[in-house]
């Protein structure tokens, strides 16, 4: 995975036992994706005007090694595992800074599909070129 996001975890992160709620390290993913995209020279809402394409998550997995606290600073990095036609599988690791501790293994598939219909339509070739020159 060659492309890393750096998050700091904000009070507004954490639940009542003061570490970063589950759900979160989703938004932090999310985050990062969209980065690693625009730094592809892809941002998501031009990609839908001039190709008629949105990507949607179809399915997020996450498991979870040792919890994040306010202020820690985190690196999560994005790297594609493998596509099909309309779909990419998205590997992305959530690492505290400070020891390069894992923290966080997540696992999301992303489909490609039409902006009005939303049925799958093929990755367009000049995304899916840059992301597989990238790795």
Known sequence: MNYRFPVR???EDT????IVYYANYFRFMERAR?????????EQDEVRQQHGVVFVVRSATANYRAPAKF????????GMNQH????MTI?????????????????????CVDSDS??????PAAILEKIKNAE
């Open 118 to 123: 939303f049925r799958p339509r093929p990755i």
């Open 15 to 18: 639940d009542a036992a003061g």
């Open 71 to 78: 202020n820690d600073l985190l690196w999560v990095t994005v």
């Open 34 to 42: 969209t980065e690693w995209l625009r730094e592809l020279g892809f």
């Open 9 to 11: 975890v904000y009070y």
């Open 91 to 111: 590997e992305q690791n959530i690492y505290r800074q400070k020891d390069d501790r894992l923290l966080c293994k997540g696992e999301i598939s992303i489909v």
């Open 84 to 87: 099909s036609r309309t779909a």
